[in-house]
């Protein structure tokens, strides 16, 4: 969710190394990016590292940029390629997990959980336990899943810029993206339909 | 679910239902289904309310302020903040 009210960035000045226009580019991209670190590695501090690292290499490599995506997905890609980088790096046990079913068919997708629980109170789904389970289910999901998951559902990209600033096809970013949402729907159910029990 | 063939053909499509983004002449093949589907109704009123909760929870959910004063500072530009 990029602050649309912004006004629109000067790429030329930005490339140039303009510092005003470099510093407005950073306040207006700050925020998403941490978002999306955030829930790729569900850790303030390394998602504050990937941060800062996003904007270094592409503060670095600015001049090279050639327009042919959004300045806004040329960022996301480096952040998810650094929130990778970061999974890669910790234990060696926790290797990167891939959803390894193919990206042409929809084999695979569990619906197991038929209970209706959206007429829950609103309250139930903005409280803190609520937050906590949504974040450890989408940290459950296989980082191919969740940066898709993230980037079209989270910060509200098209199918269109979520397959550039993932370099995937669109019908990839679409195969993905229904398995990440049926597996997060199935996730949620298990937990709210226990909460409707208490109704 | 009862309908099987039917209902797995749904489930496949739902991500693009519920994102508007199929066809017309589909769109209302599938309606039909889901007014005679309970169980497929159930799941894309769960699946929307998913993903709905998710853009809720960060909505408005910013980087810290120490974090953005750290990243301006690392950055060299933090005299041109306003």
Redesign the interface.
Request: proline share 2%; with cysteine; aromatic share 10%.
């Given at each position: 969710?990029i602050n649309e009210e912004s006004e629109p960035l000067n790429l030329k000045k930005v490339q140039s190394g303009d510092?005003?226009e470099?510093?407005r580019m950073?306040?207006q991209y700050?925020?998403p990016i941490?978002?999306v670190a955030l829930?790729m590695l569900n850790n303030?501090a390394e998602a504050?590292d990937v941060?800062?690292e996003t904007?270094?290499k592409a503060?670095r490599s600015l001049e090279n940029f050639e327009g042919r995506s959004n300045l806004s997905t040329w960022l996301y890609r480096i952040a998810v390629n650094e929130s990778l980088m970061v999974i890669r790096k910790r234990k060696p046990e926790v290797s990167i997990i891939h959803d390894d079913t193919g990206d042409e068919d929809?084999e695979g997708?569990s619906?197991s959980?038929?209970?209706?629980?959206?007429c829950l109170p609103e309250s139930e789904?903005?409280s803190n336990e609520?937050?906590s389970v949504?974040n450890d289910a989408?940290q459950k999901l296989p980082e191919n899943l969740r940066s898709v998951?993230i980037l079209r559902?989270?910060?509200?990209l098209s199918?269109i810029e979520t397959a550039q600033a993932l370099e995937l096809t669109e019908t990839n970013v679409?195969t993905r993206?229904?398995r990440a949402?049926?597996k997060?729907?199935e996730e949620?159910?298990v937990y709210f339909g226990e909460r409707m029990s208490e109704y | 679910m009862e309908k099987h063939l039917h209902c797995k053909d749904f489930v496949d499509t739902i991500s693009s239902y519920v994102d508007g983004d199929l066809s017309e002449e589909l769109c209302v093949e599938l309606d039909k289904h889901l007014s005679e589907c309970d169980n497929c109704r159930i799941v894309v009123n769960t699946l929307r309310k998913t993903i709905d909760i998710y853009q809720h929870q960060a909505e408005n959910e910013k980087a810290p302020e120490d974090v953005k004063d750290r990243l301006f500072y690392r950055l060299n530009i933090e005299q041109f903040r306003k």
């Open positions: 969710m510092p005003e470099l510093t950073v306040q700050s925020d941490y978002r829930r303030q504050e941060l800062q904007f270094i503060l929809n997708i619906v959980q038929i209970v209706d629980w959206c789904f903005l609520t937050r949504l989408i998951f559902d989270i910060e509200g199918i679409k993206l229904l949402r049926m997060l729907r949620l159910s | -």
